[in-house]
Nanobody, 115 residues
Framework: QVWLVESGGGLVQPGGSLKLSCAAS????????MGWYRQAPGKQRELVAR???????NYADSVKGRFTISRDNTKNTLYLQMNSLKPEDTAVYYC?????????WGQGTQVTVSS
């Protein structure tokens, strides 16, 4: 059974930074891709950033230039470095992993950007 555990969320002021982590039960190379999604109250879950096994990345337009997705293969961990945070970045952030037709999700971590 695959598990994903996010950490690193919290309360930060506008303009601040946070780094989210997602620890995986399996080697991250066992997945076709991994990513970060977020869901704000009353809104649909949306893709924030995604990285494939080959290292290709893509980002939502709203976070380009501010967020960076990365991984540490030795720790089976995915990261999301978030800089220049804005109030509209407030959401629950979820880690996601894709393997064949299967999708796996973490439990989410809350990020709140507020003064």
């Amino acid at each position: 059974q695959v598990w994903l555990v996010e950490s690193g969320g919290g309360l930060v002021q506008p303009g601040g930074s946070l780094k989210l982590s997602c620890a995986a039960s399996d080697s991250i190379f066992s997945f076709n891709a991994m990513g970060w999604y977020r869901q704000a109250p009353g809104k649909q879950r949306e893709l924030v950033a995604r990285i494939t096994t080959g290292g290709s990345t893509n980002y939502a337009d709203s976070v380009k230039g501010r967020f960076t997705i990365s991984r540490d293969n030795t720790k089976n961990t995915l990261y999301l470095q978030m800089n220049s945070l804005k109030p509209e970045d407030t959401a629950v952030y979820y880690c996601n992993a894709e393997r064949g037709p299967g999708l796996f999700w973490g439990q989410g971590t809350q990020v709140t950007v507020s003064s």
